[in-house]
């Protein structure tokens, strides 16, 4: 297996909310690497915009430290991160009173006639007037690339208005809404497991798949995010775009052929094809509460009560030919027992059982994609265990991940952010949501809110546990259980 770096055209990229957060431990990083890889043609330039009163120089030098702080390469190959720093250029920019829009706008039209994206790494409520602000002023020209990061909207009425506001100043096909989940390497290798292989496709189906089982677990708390968590919870800040991305691809049909829309078509008709769920049947949700292994969901947020949600578990069916009869089982909290992202796809057992009960138990077949940590692939197979005392069945792996591979070849697996970024420079929307497939997601998902309001609040479950037993209970209703996530 051999790493190819492609390079783009010449670009200028303007990063609205440059000193933010996510502009220092995610793009600025992302970035730094593609150009350390040779992907970052001379001559592109990386435009950073904020409300801080700084001068070129101040904006590198705080560049230099998130770089020091999120990507260590950049500490072993200092020319590299030299280069990189002199790509940098700074304006203030306010939204408020929207003062610097000229400056910024004039110093784009110096050299003219490049690629154009403009990433809003803001407040999400801040995007239809960042938007337009760009917009007027020429710095969001046409021809120009936007780029959203998640939550879009807080509920499908909001993610309407918000699609109707952001494409009053620019079209769809010029609109990114990023999702990071589906820049990562093993979710585009499920496509490809399942679309490059005529292996798996004749069995992926309701007649050979029990169930799918898809985990985000999370180890840590709202780590100073309380404010916005609070608002969001779990369902809206995991299941209405993340998760509900990773079920699409899991359950999608093959795209006529592998391009923007062809795949989002399909991820759509999944969508559309989502049986609504029961609140109180096919769902279960909890909060993390204070113990021994560390404080609760209303210490951490710093509130008195709270009936937001940080742990949510879903039975989810897709009604078509494909998948009538094998429900999908979404779960996602924070503080639980280990830090875990997969996609489980469990295959039913082996019609007849040939083996004496002594040879051990014959486990039905399972592949296991994992998203974090140790990406990776693994499909779960019953063989012979090795020897000569007679049939003895054990459990094997056939391992399928390439991380291993990378490293014997000095490479790291890239970030999320690497892929996406390129793919806006690129001008490729494959790997990011459509407006109309935000609006399903919000369509199935808002019932299942609304009904919450008067219901019971979440069950309490201890920091380090699985989640709350109500996970459990709906799971095991059906005869399965959840996958270990591990410590």
């Known amino acids: 297996m051999t790493a190819r770096t492609i390079q783009t055209a010449v670009f200028d990229l303007v990063v609205v909310g440059a000193t933010g957060d996510l502009a220092r431990r995610k793009l600025l990083p992302a970035l730094f690497q593609r150009d350390r890889a040779g992907q970052i043609p001379e001559g592109a330039r990386i435009l950073g915009a904020a409300r801080a009163d700084l001068d070129d120089g101040a904006w590198r030098a705080q560049a230099a430290e998130a770089l020091q702080a999120w990507a260590p390469d950049a500490a072993r190959d200092p020319e590299a991160a030299a280069r990189f720093l002199g790509r940098l250029t700074y304006r203030q920019v306010d939204l408020e009173s929207g003062a610097g829009w000229d400056a910024l706008a004039a110093l784009l039209r110096q050299p003219g006639s490049q690629a154009r994206a403009v990433y ?33 909207g807080s ?27 589906l820049g990562k390497e093993t979710v585009q290798n499920l496509m490809a497991l399942r679309f ?75 969508l559309r094809a989502l049986r609504p769920a029961d609140p109180e049947a096919d769902a279960a949700r909890g909060q993390y509460a204070a113990g021994p292994a560390g404080p609760g969901y209303l210490e951490d947020a710093a509130l008195d009560a709270s009936s937001t ?43 007849h059982a040939i083996f004496p009960a002594a040879a051990g138990p014959q486990r039905p077949d399972a592949l296991r994609i994992r998203l974090q940590p140790d990406e990776g692939i693994r499909l779960e197979m019953t063989i ?30 890239p970030d999320a952010y690497e892929r996406l970024m ?35 609040p979440p069950e309490p479950y201890d920091v380090g546990s699985s989640g709350p037993e109500g996970a459990l209970r709906l799971i095991h209703a059906d005869g399965r259980r959840w996958r270990e996530i591990a410590a």
């Open 120 to 152: 809003l790494a803001v407040a999400p409520h801040l995007y239809a007037d960042a938007a337009r602000q760009a917009a007027e002023a020429g710095v969001l020209s046409p021809g120009a690339r936007l780029v959203v990061e998640k939550p879009f």
């Open 422 to 456: 390129m793919d806006v420079i690129r001008g490729d929307q494959t790997l990011f949501m459509r407006g109309d497939e935000v609006e399903a997601a919000w369509a199935w998902v808002d019932p299942i809110l609304a009904a919450w309001e008067d219901m019971e």
């Open 384 to 413: 012979k265990d090795p020897g000569p005392g007679g049939m003895r069945l054990a459990p094997a792996s056939l391992d399928m991940t390439f991380a291993d591979r990378l490293e014997a070849q000095g490479l790291g697996m």
């Open 309 to 351: 949600a940080t742990f949510v578990a879903l039975r989810a069916h897709v009604d078509n030919w494909r998948w009538n009869g094998t429900p999908f089982y979404l779960r996602t909290g924070k503080r639980l027992r280990g830090r875990l992202s997969e996609i489980v796809v469990q295959f039913r057992e082996a019609p």
């Open 155 to 181: 509920d499908l009425a909001g993610a309407r208005a918000l699609n109707a506001e952001l494409l009053a100043r620019v079209e769809e096909r010029r609109l990114y809404r990023i999702d990071h989940y």
């Open 196 to 270: 490059a292989n005529a292996l798996f496709e004749p069995v992926w189906n309701a007649r050979h798949i029990d169930h799918v089982q898809i985990t985000v677990a999370e180890s840590v708390g709202v780590e100073g995010r309380g404010g916005y968590y609070d608002r969001a919870g779990a369902m809206r800040d995991m299941v209405q775009n993340h998760l509900l991305q990773l079920l699409c691809l899991t359950a999608m049909e093959p795209p006529y052929r592998f391009e923007a829309d062809a795949v989002r078509d399909e991820k759509l008709k999944v």
